[in-house]
T-cell receptor
Framework: TQLLEQSPQFLSIQEGENLTVYCNSS?????LQWYRQEPGEGPVLLVT?????EVKKLKRLTFQFGDARKDSSLHITAAQPGDTGLYLC????????????FGSGTKLNVKP | NAGVTQTPKFRVLKTGQSMTLLCAQD?????MYWYRQDPGMGLRLIHY???????AKGEVPDGYNVSRLKKQNFLLGLESAAPSQTSVYFC?????FGTGSPLHFGNGTRLTVT
């Protein structure tokens, strides 16, 4: 079993729709990061959240860290084909800085 | 502006063969990592290093060895490859300014073991 569970695993939507991706765990994290990965490339950092309840916005993407720092969500408003990719969450445990555990990923396809 | 460079990009091995994957970073980062990525499994940490001359085991270290003789390089070795090691391998690096340091990834090495 993985430390971080991501859902859904796959998501195929039409351009303009909204979506939310979830990242859940029973463990507490000192920080949680979201990455996006394109085919044939390595993941690229989107955002880092470190405070329970924190909300960060990156254009049409909204990231939230749970109050207890065990879960996070990524919400995309009015999705565009350019948002297509694999979204990964990664948690850093409080007693082990700079050691990251990744979720299994959410593969998003936005159709024009 | 190279960042993290992995070589080779692709490799095919026969069961029992050995090979070394090379990772080089030009950002003067202290921490370096090796991950493997398999379908439906996300990224799993194999080994990591917190500085030159140090290495530590991650989640799935069996069958792999690593070395960090120079700060900028992190090598991943497979002594006797097995089909279960067919995967995409990613190297990453980060600095150590406390919690939340971002990981910088290379573009991966696709390894097939037949």
């Amino acid at each position: 079993t993985q430390l971080l569970e991501q859902s859904p695993q796959f998501l195929s939507i039409q351009e303009g729709e909204n979506l939310t991706v979830y990242c859940n765990s029973s463990s507490v994290f000192s920080s949680l990061q979201w990455y996006r990965q394109e085919p044939g490339e390595g993941p690229v950092l989107l955002v880092t959240v470190v405070t329970g309840g924190e909300v960060k916005k990156l254009k049409r993407l909204t990231f939230q860290f749970g109050d207890a720092r065990k879960d996070s969500s990524l919400h995309i408003t009015a999705a565009q084909p350019g948002d297509t990719g694999l979204y990964l969450c990664a948690g850093e445990r409080a007693n082990n800085f700079n050691k990251f555990y990744f979720g299994s990923g959410t593969k998003l396809n936005v159709k024009p | 502006n190279a960042g993290v460079t992995q070589t080779p990009k692709f490799r095919v091995l026969k069961t029992g063969q050995s090979m070394t994957l090379l990772c080089a970073q030009d950002m003067n980062h202290e921490y370096m990592y090796w991950y493997r990525q398999d379908p439906g499994m996300g990224l799993r940490l194999i080994h990591y290093s917190v500085g030159e001359g140090t290495t530590a085991k991650g989640e799935v270290p069996d069958g792999y060895n690593v070395s960090r003789l120079k700060k900028q390089n992190f090598l991943l070795g497979l002594e006797s490859a097995a089909p279960s090691q067919t995967s995409v391998y990613f190297c990453a690096s980060s600095y150590t300014f406390g919690t939340g340091s971002p990981l910088h990834f290379g573009n991966g090495t696709r390894l097939t073991v037949t």
